[in-house]
T-cell receptor, first 109, second 117 residues
Framework: GENVEQHPSTLSVQEGDSAVIKCTYS??????FPWYKQELGKRPQLIID?????GEKKDQRIAVTLNKTAKHFSLHITETQPEDSAVYFC????????FGRGTSLIVHP | EAGVAQSPRYKIIEKRQSVAFWCNPI?????LYWYQQILGQGPKLLIQ????????DSQLPKDRFSAERLKGVDSTLKIQPAKLEDSAVYLC???????????????FGEGSRLTVL
């Protein structure tokens, strides 16, 4: 089955800095890669996704890149704000969605 | 549009007791998932339904966990008997993904937090 590795487990940045979270996956058949944000005590919510026929996608301060050859994809958040503080999960999907272990992002004012 | 509804939100039981969680997906969503999220980890898929049929239950501990989705709408996840390591948040999610497609956003419920003492 699919195996998704996510790094780092914790990321601490100053407000205004950029944050990058990286994931690798094992199943070359995976072709859909969503990112979810989970605030403390809340449900995970989709923030951005990318399909395997696209190398990069951007939505305001958030961008995701995908390298299918290397089987890795990354989440980039620019101009971080305190409200970006949350746990971020990457996922890869071929048949069933498999999640990474999560990255706790802390943005210091 | 109403979201995914789950109950109960919190449950505390002793080991060897049984517990059941209920999920009502977003109307019209054919695919329903149950995930187990242990503190500090990512969601782990337990079972995936397409309408009332099981698509994948390879990670469901079938000696103690069971799930059903009668009539292809609501779903119930049961644990019997519970173990200490079952303490986790049980997340239900649904998606509007037709069979054979792999893309589609998962909409999660608030989760049911289980504590086994």
């Amino acid at each position: 089955g699919e195996n998704v590795e996510q790094h780092p487990s914790t990321l601490s940045v100053q407000e205004g800095d950029s944050a990058v979270i990286k994931c690798t996956y094992s199943d070359s058949a995976s072709n859909y890669f969503p990112w979810y944000k989970q605030e403390l005590g809340k449900r995970p919510q989709l923030i951005i996704d990318i399909r395997s026929n696209v190398g990069e996608k951007k939505d305001q301060r958030i961008a995701v890149t995908l390298n299918k050859t290397a089987k890795h994809f990354s989440l980039h958040i620019t101009e971080t704000q305190p409200e970006d503080s949350a746990v971020y999960f990457c996922a890869a999907r071929s048949y069933i969605p498999t999640f990474g272990r999560g990255t706790s992002l802390i943005v210091h004012p | 549009e109403a979201g995914v509804a789950q109950s109960p939100r919190y449950k505390i039981i002793e080991k060897r007791q049984s517990v059941a969680f209920w999920c009502n997906p977003i109307s019209g969503h054919a695919t329903l998932y149950w995930y187990q999220q242990i503190l500090g980890q990512g969601p782990k898929l337990l079972i995936q339904f397409q309408n009332n049929g099981v698509v994948d239950d390879s990670q469901l501990p079938k000696d103690r966990f069971s799930a059903e989705r009668l009539k292809g709408v609501d779903s119930t996840l049961k644990i019997q008997p519970a173990k200490l390591e079952d303490s986790a948040v049980y997340l239900c999610a649904s998606s509007l993904v037709p069979r054979g497609s792999v893309t589609g956003e998962l909409f999660f419920g608030e989760g049911s937090r289980l504590t086994v003492l």
